[in-house]
């Protein structure tokens, strides 16, 4: 038997920056994400009592499988089981984009991975899974408008829907540097958990800011939904910022997009800006504005991509 599961890749409006747990996957705050259409992670798990070890292909590719063996190990002790697997994913992600997140991986894996062991999850449970291999990807098993719950312990960190809103919410993503090597933003995100004295201020604001945001979606306060999201972004990289060693995510060109969002709101533009590990911005705006968006980044003309809101992970094939 296969089983095949599809998963999108997220954006979170309220960030999440930080474990307090790193083998569980617990993080300090509470995150609220938009998942995106368009982007999504395919993924195909054949378990094999053949087998002697994982073996994980991404794009036809074969990769090293030991992040993925850890995972799978979580779903064998799940499902009582020690068969090896073959995973195949292909991410729909354009390369360029810096949106092959984890988040649309882990969420096919757990997916895909669960399903094939026999085990039939619950949303919240498969959301639990999923976190074990990235925390972004609790938030990537749900469609539309989400929130992870940092809970305090693993049963009760998961993700779920948020109501859907009439909102016409739309994310165009700037692809400042599509060549810039990736630091990785699990080091770095520990680093600024040890050392940057501002990131207890940033977790206490950040908690606030999530219960603001799931008000605000429920108002459908555009405004303030765009405030708060420019804010969580704006104060987890101040955070970041501040690290031992300094360190930041932000190039040239990416303070170019900036200033360009701060002027379309001059102008009465709704566009809000919003950034992750690394150096592209992703404006989040509703559908009637991105051509207005568009048009105030002529020079990034060929590197835009605007994405609407996406389903739920799903199984597209059991054989
Ligand atoms: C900046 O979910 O990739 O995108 O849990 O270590 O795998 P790990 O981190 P990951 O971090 C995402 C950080 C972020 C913000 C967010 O998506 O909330």
Redesign the pocket.
């Known amino acids: 038997m296969t089983t095949t599961a599809r998963a999108h890749t997220?954006?979170?409006l309220i960030?999440?920056?930080g474990?307090r747990d790193e083998k569980l996957?617990l993080p300090y705050t509470s995150?609220v994400?938009l998942t995106l259409d368009d982007f999504y992670t395919d993924t195909t798990v054949q378990f094999d009592p053949h087998l002697m070890a994982d073996q994980f292909t991404l794009n036809g590719r074969p990769q090293s499988p030991d992040k993925i063996s850890a995972f799978l190990d979580i779903v064998r002790a799940q499902a009582h089981s020690a068969q090896f697997a073959h995973v195949a994913s292909v991410n729909h992600v354009p390369t360029a984009a810096g949106l092959a997140?984890?988040?649309s991986a882990y969420a096919a894996l757990a997916l895909a991975a669960s399903r094939e062991a026999g085990l039939q999850l619950a949303p919240r449970d498969l959301s639990r899974l999923a976190r074990r291999g990235?925390?972004?990807?609790s938030r990537s098993v749900f469609g539309g408008l989400a929130i992870w719950h940092r809970g305090d312990s693993d049963l009760t960190s998961f993700a779920e829907a948020l109501p859907e809103t009439k909102l016409p919410l739309r994310m165009v993503v700037v692809m400042v540097d599509a060549g810039q090597k990736k630091v990785s933003?699990?080091r770095l995100?520990a680093n600024t958990v040890a050392t940057s004295p501002y990131y207890p201020a940033w977790v206490k604001d950040n908690e606030r800011a999530a219960g603001d945001m799931v008000k605000a979606l429920a108002a459908a306060d555009f405004t303030r939904i765009g405030e708060l999201t420019e804010q969580s972004s704006a104060r987890?990289h101040a955070a970041i910022f501040a690290s031992d060693p300094a360190f930041t995510y932000f190039q040239p060109a990416t303070l170019t997009v900036w200033h360009a969002v701060q002027t379309l709101r001059a102008q009465g533009v709704p566009a809000y800006a919003t950034m992750?590990?690394g150096p592209n911005v992703k404006i989040l705006t509703l559908a009637p504005a991105v051509a207005a968006v568009k048009a105030a980044l002529p020079e990034f003309k060929d590197r835009l991509l605007v994405a609407g809101p996406g389903r739920a992970a799903k199984v597209l094939e059991e054989a």
Do not use: E, Q, V
């Open positions: 997220n954006i979170a960030k999440y920056w474990k996957i995150s994400s997140s984890s988040a990235s925390g972004s990807a933003s699990r995100m987890m992750d590990a």
